[in-house]
């Protein structure tokens, strides 16, 4: 092989992980959502134990798979801060955006007690239905109907493929990764405060 097909074939294995990421990343989202969503259900069904053992895994395993899911909707959304990445793949214009609401939804969890509260727990909800929509709406409507040439939809899949509308698919990357690292500076100076936080005396 020389280094034209080589070339070649290391930017056709990364078009395809990150066409397979960016697929993935909608079956999570809705996971991820429905998960969240379902918490009262979860909540009334650990009253159906008999034993308190049964109850405390129940909750533990829904919880844990809860931000696990969460985690990988964010992890799986690095993809759309890298500005060539998404300059260069046909990808959902808002997606950066949509990694914003995930991140700041893990920095509630942190900064919060969590489902002990119920209003961050709505506030949560609605973050996650706010990416969920970001993300979900511009890829069935911007790449995913890149197929259908001739249609009115063809205007509006264009506006919302970052491919075809790099000048405004470059920014909103600047943005989210901004607005990212401002979320997660905030993270790291509760981390410091709460690690040197004073004990309370007895």
């Known amino acids: 092989m020389n280094a034209a097909q080589v070339s070649g074939l290391f930017d056709a294995g990364e078009a395809f992980v990150e066409g397979t990421i960016a697929a993935a990343l909608v079956i999570l989202w809705i996971l991820t959502v429905a998960l969240h969503v379902a918490r009262p259900y979860m909540a009334k069904t650990t009253g159906k134990f008999t034993l308190r053992l049964g109850a405390d895994l129940w ?3 829904y919880v844990g798979l809860r931000d696990i899911m969460l985690l990988q909707v964010f992890l799986g ?5 890298y500005p060539d990445v998404v300059g260069g793949k046909a990808l959902p214009i808002t997606g950066g955006l949509a990694a914003v609401c995930a991140f700041a939804v893990l920095l509630i969890k942190l900064m919060t007690k969590g489902d002990d509260d119920l209003r961050w727990t709505r506030a949560q ?8 929509g970001l993300y979900i709406a511009p890829y069935l409507f911007g790449p995913q109907a890149q197929l259908l040439t ?4 063809l205007n509006l899949s264009n506006l919302l493929t970052s491919s075809q509308n790099p000048g405004l698919a470059e920014p909103l ?4 990764a901004a607005l990212v690292g401002i979320l997660g500076i905030v993270a790291v100076v509760y981390n410091f405060r709460l690690s040197y936080r004073q004990p309370k005396a007895h």
């Open 125 to 132: 909800v609605v973050l996650l239905a706010v990416g969920a």
């Open 59 to 61: 909750w533990i395993i």
């Open 150 to 153: 001739g249609s009115r939809l």
């Open 77 to 81: 959304s690095f993809i759309f801060f």
């Open 173 to 176: 990357c600047y943005i989210s």
